[in-house]
């Protein structure tokens, strides 16, 4: 598996998908490789437009200073919580052992 | 009884005048499901026994006195949305056996007036998609003709509501996810400005674009949804602190000092004869109704579609990271560490256009290329306000094509996903901009598919655009 | 010998003291049964969204303001992605390039020196869930996901491993001050990374290390000691040092390269769409600005300025703010503010650190210390019967009046009785009597000691002496 970026701008299908966590087969990555360049390369063309001095939206509503008061309340049921979990170990999620 | 052309409105006015019960009401429509759904595919899964409890509920609650804007009625909600106690697919593998601990606000909104949640309908899995052929389970065909597509995300929802297995449903809207499909299959969907309607408890595709909206027979009955569900809500910090009018009794019947924009750059080449003439001759009886018709620009709207899947796939690409097989739904087997469990269960789990979603969207965050891509995206996001902001200085609504063509054929557009994005141009736009946006039926072509006319209003103008909607809708009775 | 110098920065995450989490409204309280204090926003679930906690940002402005820091005008937060299964979401809300406060200092004594190590920043982000390992598998408790953390970055401003120490001990001082951390180590209130890098003077900074995730503040003297020891001798081998995280491991006493391969980061930041920015009123900043403590090192010059009490006791009674508070309402009504400071820093310390308690917790009040030391300045009190009194206090409160009254502890100063008692002592000790008149001064100190006894402690010790003398002289 790749785990390098590639130098040129070009998307790196199988670099990518390790940085989301998507094990590909050869021929998705292959597939993918293929229709992704070709919409990135459609993308790209937000970079003809002059967006020189334009302030980038990141809320298209104006908000600001949206708080809560700090006061606690009950959660979910343990039970509830721990039937959902694919796998439980004494009340906890368990996952394949962590190596740090 | 027959529930294939009732509209929640009309349905609302029988229970009132006691001609029947929701008992009734919910059985006829159980039965339309029955009948139809195995060639139609909108549903994902029915509760009828809930859904007649809740209806015995409600008529319990008729007769002891008690009121509710939506008492008794049967509404189907899209698979993305939390329902307590029910399961929440998102169309996808990956939620597999995950059961919602909690209600979405619009839906706890909706029950709070007396709604019945009768069904959950299909979708685009993780509403990807413009056809509904991307859910895990099957697509959903289209009422109009059984080989073409519903549209999509929400093509359960639309094709529910079409087809008469369904009073009014509950779809949501990305980037067309509620208009595209209820043009498609020729019923009315609203999509609210942002911020309009809480999204706590939809499954989050895009968080800066994603609305809940109303997909229905009747541009009242969207109304009637809307104010029920709309407002703000503190489990949402984006839900706005804005008044909630009575939509449904604010409605218009004539368009007198209306003033209606056609933006050139929604009439192009390659889209549809008939599409641009329908629309064109809805514009032409809007003129007859007496709104005034003006040229407008949106100079912008060639780079919608490309800041659009920037900043839908951007977001997606963290909203979905969390489906990893550690707390709910599907865990693939056989992992020998928690990286190895999260690239095989997040591999099985998620669909072809689901994962190449991901995927642009993790490149164009990744080290090097925010700025080209995300950052470029969001700023073309400013330049697309501003040209609706320019537009509705001049203007009260916009009418619009949704979409260039009308239903394509299932599988036509499957293996070429570009394609497929290229025909959200004109829906797009709303999302980025924030806007609202209502689709309503005006027309068919040749082959009988329907065709939608597109309303687009200011931020928080639902008011006009439902009132456009209204009167031309009425025009057409 | 060595010519190579070190450099430290240091990222100290601190628990804030919220009921509630950072974006939900689940319990904070430590020690709770596994998962039981979670909800559909700190697990991460389908839909659920976040919402601002308004006392942890207040919290943190407060600290940076405290520490000098500047409050920009717009802050914001973002989404950090890196999968763990200790994270709900998979990515973790924090700020990148706008946080709440920026700049600052702390300033710390070092080698006798006073100086002030800068801050880069202060930003506040969400806390991970705990993984606990089990032979074959780990698994995850989410009641820690959520919880408020403040992170405060440093400039590599740090030379040695005692400098750090020195600047966590003072930045604990002034989080505990300002009241925004209970800064309970045991319970993981504070947690560091450290970055280290050692070069020869004049040199450009070495290529830096990165121990993650310290939760005791010997644990990053002694890890900062060994990895600078370890940097040296590679360097002085010939090797070089490479760019990575390490980790510490308390019982074999040495930093290890993380065998995983989060060495490798793309943590693809955005803003996170689901939360406004904080835009914070100019003038609500200056309010908290002015209702903030004094800090402990002016307080400390104050105290010895309006107090006339020694730099040391200052320096003592300042450390802790409400020992300081409480000297200091003691003291405003007292002619004798160094007893009461004498009083604190013996009697009182010593008493909390035996019963490991706080001074908010004890029913004493700084007015019945006051009137004690008063007591014993009138002499209606000798010493030994002032800390009986002290110790009463201490464990029920009350009026020291009340209960020199109550228990008959009064000193005796009536010349009268006081003589009685003496001609009897004398009496029924001869010997010593004569033995003082032959010079062995020792033998009034006996006498002394006797009368004492006589009057059950409450005779005023210099009167009998005194008598004595003139009784024998």
Same mark, same amino acid.
């Given at each position: 598996?790749?785990?390098?970026?590639?130098?040129?701008?070009?998307?790196?299908?199988?670099?990518?998908?390790?940085?989301?966590?998507?094990?590909?087969?050869?021929?998705?990555?292959?597939?993918?490789?293929?229709?992704?360049?070709?919409?990135?390369?459609?993308?790209?063309?937000?970079?003809?437009?002059?967006?020189?001095?334009?302030?980038?939206?990141?809320?298209?509503?104006?908000?600001?200073?949206?708080?809560?008061?700090?006061?606690?309340?009950?959660?979910?049921?343990?039970?509830?919580?721990?039937?959902?979990?694919?796998?439980?170990?004494?009340?906890? *999620?368990?996952?394949?052992?962590?190596?740090? | 009884?027959?529930?294939?052309?009732?509209?929640?409105?009309?349905?609302?006015?029988?229970?009132?005048?006691?001609?029947?019960?929701?008992?009734?009401?919910?059985?006829?429509?159980?039965?339309?499901?029955? #009948?139809?759904?195995?060639?139609?595919?909108?549903?994902?899964?029915?509760?009828?026994?809930?859904?007649?409890?809740?209806?015995?509920?409600?008529?319990?609650?008729?007769?002891?006195?008690?009121?509710?804007?939506?008492?008794?009625?049967?509404?189907?909600?899209?698979?993305?949305?939390?329902?307590?106690?029910?399961?929440?697919?998102?169309?996808?593998?990956?939620?597999?056996?995950?059961?919602?601990?909690?209600?979405?606000?619009?839906?706890?909104?909706?029950?709070?007036?007396?709604?019945?949640?009768?069904?959950?309908?299909?979708?685009?899995?993780?509403?990807?998609?413009?056809?509904?052929?991307?859910?895990?389970?099957?697509?959903?065909?289209?009422?109009?003709?059984?080989?073409?597509?519903?549209?999509?995300?929400?093509?359960?929802?639309?094709?529910?509501?079409?087809?008469?297995?369904?009073?009014?449903?509950?779809?949501?809207?990305?980037?067309?996810?509620?208009?595209?499909?209820?043009?498609?299959?020729?019923?009315?969907?609203?999509?609210?400005?942002?911020?309009?309607?809480?999204?706590?408890?939809?499954?989050? *595709?895009?968080?800066?674009?994603?609305?809940?909206?109303?997909?229905?027979?009747?541009?009242?009955?969207?109304?009637?949804?809307?104010?029920? !569900?709309?407002?703000?809500?503190?489990?949402?910090?984006?839900?706005?602190?804005?008044?909630?009018?009575?939509?449904?009794?604010?409605?218009?019947?004539?368009?007198?000092?209306?003033?209606?924009?056609?933006?050139?750059?929604? @009439?192009?080449?390659?889209?549809?004869?008939?599409?641009?003439?329908?629309?064109?001759?809805?514009?032409?009886?809007?003129?007859?109704?007496?709104?005034?018709?003006?040229?407008?620009?949106?100079?912008?709207?060639?780079?919608?579609?490309?800041?659009?899947?920037?900043?839908?796939?951007?977001?997606?690409?963290?909203?979905?990271?969390? *489906?990893?097989?550690?707390?709910?739904?599907?865990?693939?087997?056989?992992?020998?560490?928690?990286?190895?469990?999260?690239?095989?269960? #997040?591999?099985?789990?998620?669909?072809?256009?689901?994962?190449?979603?991901?995927?642009?969207?993790?490149?164009?965050?990744?080290?090097?290329?925010?700025?080209?891509?995300?950052?470029?995206?969001?700023?073309?996001?400013?330049?697309?306000?501003?040209?609706?902001?320019?537009?509705?200085?001049?203007?009260?609504?916009?009418?619009?094509?949704?979409?260039?063509?009308?239903? @394509?054929?299932?599988?036509?557009?499957?293996?070429?996903?570009?394609?497929?994005?290229?025909?959200?141009?004109?829906?797009?736009?709303?999302?980025?901009?924030?806007?609202?946006?209502?689709?309503?039926?005006?027309?068919?072509?040749?082959?009988?598919?329907?065709?939608?006319?597109?309303?687009?209003?200011?931020?928080?103008?639902?008011?006009?655009?439902?009132?456009?909607?209204?009167?031309?809708?009425?025009? #057409?009775? | 010998?060595?010519?190579?110098?070190?450099?430290?920065?240091?990222?100290?995450?601190?628990?804030?003291?919220?009921?509630?989490?950072?974006?939900?409204?689940?319990?904070?309280?430590?020690?709770?049964?596994?998962?039981?204090?979670?909800?559909?926003?700190?697990?991460?679930?389908?839909?659920?969204?976040?919402?601002?906690?308004?006392?942890?940002?207040?919290?943190?402005?407060?600290?940076?303001?405290?520490?000098?820091?500047?409050?920009?005008?717009?802050?914001?937060?973002?989404?950090?992605?890196?999968?763990?299964?200790?994270?709900?979401?998979?990515?973790?809300?924090?700020?990148?390039?706008?946080?709440?406060?920026?700049?600052?200092?702390?300033?710390?004594?070092?080698?006798?020196?006073?100086?002030?190590?800068?801050?880069?920043?202060?930003?506040?982000?969400?806390?991970?869930?705990?993984?606990?390992?089990?032979?074959?598998?780990?698994?995850?408790?989410?009641?820690?996901?959520?919880?408020?953390?403040?992170?405060?970055?440093?400039?590599?401003?740090?030379?040695?491993?005692?400098?750090?120490?020195?600047?966590?001990?003072?930045?604990?001082?002034?989080?505990?001050?300002?009241?925004?951390?209970?800064?309970?180590?045991?319970?993981?209130?504070?947690?560091?990374?450290?970055?280290?890098?050692?070069?020869?003077?004049?040199?450009?900074?070495?290529?830096?290390?990165?121990?993650?995730?310290?939760?005791?503040?010997?644990?990053? @003297?002694?890890?900062?000691?060994?990895?600078?020891?370890?940097?040296?001798?590679?360097?002085?081998?010939?090797?070089?040092?490479?760019?990575?995280?390490?980790?510490?491991?308390?019982?074999?006493?040495?930093?290890?390269?993380?065998?995983?391969?989060?060495?490798?980061?793309?943590?693809?930041?955005?803003?996170?769409?689901?939360?406004?920015?904080?835009?914070?009123?100019?003038?609500?900043?200056?309010?908290?600005?002015?209702?903030?403590?004094?800090?402990?090192?002016?307080?400390?010059?104050?105290?010895?300025?309006?107090?006339?009490?020694?730099?040391?006791?200052?320096?003592?009674?300042?450390?802790?703010?409400?020992?300081?508070?409480? @000297?200091?309402?003691?003291?405003?009504?007292?002619?004798?503010?160094?007893?009461?400071?004498?009083?604190? !820093?013996?009697?009182?310390?010593?008493?909390?650190?035996?019963?490991?308690?706080?001074?908010?917790?004890?029913?004493?009040?700084?007015?019945?210390?006051?009137?004690?030391?008063?007591?014993?300045?009138?002499?209606?009190?000798?010493?030994?019967?002032?800390?009986?009194?002290?110790?009463?206090?201490?464990?029920?409160?009350?009026?020291?009046?009340?209960?020199?009254?109550? #228990?008959?502890?009064?000193?005796?100063?009536?010349?009268?009785?006081?003589?009685?008692?003496?001609?009897?002592?004398?009496?029924?000790?001869?010997?010593?009597?004569?033995?003082?008149?032959?010079?062995?001064?020792?033998?009034?100190?006996?006498?002394?000691?006797?009368?004492?006894?006589?009057?059950?402690?409450?005779?005023?010790?210099?009167?009998?002496?005194?008598?004595?003398?003139?009784?024998?002289?």
């Amino acid at each position: 598996m790749t785990t390098e970026k590639r130098d040129s701008s070009d998307i790196d299908v199988a670099y990518v998908a390790h940085l989301a966590r998507l094990h590909l087969t050869a021929d998705e990555r292959e597939c993918f490789q293929a229709q992704l360049e070709q919409i990135v390369h459609y993308v790209r063309k937000i970079g003809e437009a002059d967006l020189r001095g334009v302030e980038p939206t990141a809320h298209v509503v104006p908000i600001r200073n949206i708080f809560r008061e700090d006061e606690s309340r009950e959660g979910l049921d343990r039970d509830e919580v721990l039937a959902n979990a694919p796998s439980v170990i004494l009340e906890q *999620f368990q996952v394949p052992r962590i190596v740090e | 009884m027959d529930v294939k052309s009732l509209t929640l409105t009309g349905a609302g006015e029988l229970l009132a005048r006691g001609d029947c019960t929701s008992v009734e009401l919910v059985t006829a429509v159980a039965d339309a499901i029955r #009948r139809t759904d195995a060639a139609i595919g909108a549903y994902l899964t029915v509760d009828e026994e809930s859904a007649l409890s809740q209806a015995r509920a409600a008529d319990e609650a008729r007769a002891a006195g008690r009121m509710g804007r939506l008492l008794g009625l049967p509404v189907a909600v899209k698979d993305v949305l939390n329902v307590r106690g029910q399961p929440c697919t998102c169309a996808s593998r990956i939620l597999q056996g995950y059961l919602s601990p909690y209600d979405a606000t619009a839906v706890a909104r909706l029950r709070a007036e007396g709604a019945v949640m009768l069904g959950r309908t299909n979708m685009d899995e993780f509403a990807m998609g413009s056809s509904t052929e991307n859910s895990a389970f099957h697509p959903t065909r289209n009422p109009h003709a059984a080989d073409h597509v519903a549209g999509g995300s929400s093509g359960g929802s639309a094709a529910a509501v079409a087809a008469g297995e369904a009073l009014a449903a509950i779809g949501t809207d990305t980037g067309g996810s509620i208009r595209q499909p209820a043009s498609f299959c020729g019923c009315v969907g609203l999509k609210p400005s942002y911020g309009r309607v809480s999204r706590y408890g939809l499954t989050a *595709f895009a968080s800066s674009l994603d609305q809940i909206g109303p997909m229905t027979r009747s541009v009242r009955d969207a109304a009637l949804l809307l104010e029920v !569900m709309a407002g703000r809500d503190p489990m949402d910090s984006t839900a706005v602190d804005a008044a909630v009018p009575p939509y449904a009794a604010r409605l218009r019947e004539d368009l007198r000092g209306v003033r209606l924009g056609r933006p050139r750059e929604y @009439f192009v080449d390659g889209m549809s004869a008939e599409v641009a003439a329908a629309v064109d001759a809805a514009t032409r009886r809007c003129r007859d109704l007496g709104a005034e018709i003006v040229e407008v620009s949106l100079p912008h709207t060639e780079y919608a579609v490309a800041a659009y899947y920037i900043i839908a796939t951007a977001e997606a690409s963290a909203n979905l990271a969390r *489906f990893d097989g550690v707390r709910y739904g599907f865990r693939a087997a056989g992992a020998t560490d928690p990286i190895d469990m999260y690239g095989k269960t #997040r591999a099985q789990g998620f669909g072809a256009e689901v994962k190449r979603r991901i995927i642009l969207g993790t490149y164009v965050l990744s080290s090097g290329y925010y700025d080209a891509y995300y950052l470029s995206a969001q700023k073309m996001r400013t330049l697309i306000r501003r040209d609706f902001d320019a537009a509705f200085e001049r203007c009260d609504a916009l009418l619009t094509p949704v979409t260039p063509t009308t239903a @394509f054929r299932l599988g036509e557009k499957t293996s070429d996903p570009l394609a497929m994005y290229l025909g959200d141009i004109f829906t797009v736009t709303a999302n980025l901009a924030g806007i609202c946006g209502l689709s309503v039926p005006c027309g068919a072509d040749a082959g009988g598919l329907p065709i939608g006319l597109q309303i687009l209003g200011p931020a928080f103008g639902e008011e006009v655009v439902l009132s456009v909607g209204h009167a031309f809708e009425r025009s #057409r009775a | 010998m060595s010519k190579l110098a070190s450099t430290i920065g240091l990222e100290v995450h601190v628990q804030l003291k919220t009921r509630s989490k950072m974006f939900c409204a689940c319990a904070t309280a430590f020690g709770a049964p596994p998962n039981t204090q979670v909800c559909p926003v700190c697990l991460g679930y389908p839909g659920a969204m976040p919402v601002m906690n308004g006392e942890a940002v207040r919290l943190t402005v407060l600290t940076g303001l405290m520490l000098g820091c500047t409050i920009p005008p717009r802050a914001k937060f973002d989404r950090k992605s890196y999968f763990y299964p200790d994270m709900p979401k998979n990515y973790q809300i924090s700020q990148y390039d706008m946080p709440l406060c920026l700049g600052g200092g702390v300033e710390i004594e070092a080698g006798g020196r006073t100086r002030t190590v800068r801050l880069t920043r202060i930003h506040l982000e969400e806390d991970v869930a705990k993984n606990m390992h089990f032979e074959t598998t780990s698994g995850v408790d989410f009641n820690r996901a959520g919880v408020p953390l403040m992170e405060i970055v440093t400039e590599p401003d740090l030379h040695s491993p005692e400098e750090a120490m020195a600047f966590l001990l003072a930045l604990k001082q002034m989080l505990l001050y300002v009241g925004v951390s209970d800064c309970n180590l045991e319970q993981g209130n504070v947690r560091c990374d450290v970055n280290a890098s050692v070069a020869a003077p004049g040199d450009p900074l070495g290529v830096k290390t990165e121990i993650k995730n310290m939760n005791t503040f010997k644990g990053v @003297f002694h890890a900062l000691g060994y990895e600078i020891g370890r940097q040296i001798a590679v360097l002085e081998a010939g090797g070089r040092i490479v760019q990575e995280t390490r980790r510490w491991d308390v019982d074999a006493g040495v930093t290890a390269s993380m065998r995983t391969k989060e060495n490798e980061h793309d943590y693809r930041y955005f803003p996170e769409p689901d939360l406004a920015p904080v835009e914070l009123d100019a003038a609500l900043v200056e309010g908290w600005r002015r209702g903030l403590p004094e800090a402990p090192r002016e307080r400390r010059q104050r105290m010895v300025r309006a107090y006339g009490i020694p730099d040391y006791d200052a320096g003592v009674l300042a450390a802790d703010r409400p020992v300081a508070d409480f @000297f200091e309402a003691a003291a405003r009504g007292s002619k004798n503010p160094k007893a009461v400071s004498n009083w604190i !820093m013996t009697e009182m310390l010593r008493l909390l650190s035996e019963r490991e308690t706080d001074i908010r917790n004890v029913p004493v009040a700084p007015r019945a210390l006051a009137r004690l030391v008063e007591m014993v300045d009138a002499g209606t009190l000798n010493s030994n019967k002032a800390k009986e009194v002290f110790a009463v206090l201490f464990e029920q409160g009350g009026d020291p009046d009340r209960i020199v009254g109550e #228990r008959g502890l009064a000193q005796v100063s009536d010349e009268a009785a006081i003589e009685g008692m003496v001609d009897k002592v004398v009496r029924e000790n001869e010997k010593s009597a004569a033995d003082y008149r032959n010079g062995k001064q020792a033998a009034l100190q006996f006498l002394v000691g006797q009368v004492m006894r006589l009057s059950r402690g409450k005779a005023n010790p210099s009167m009998a002496a005194e008598l004595l003398r003139k009784r024998l002289g």
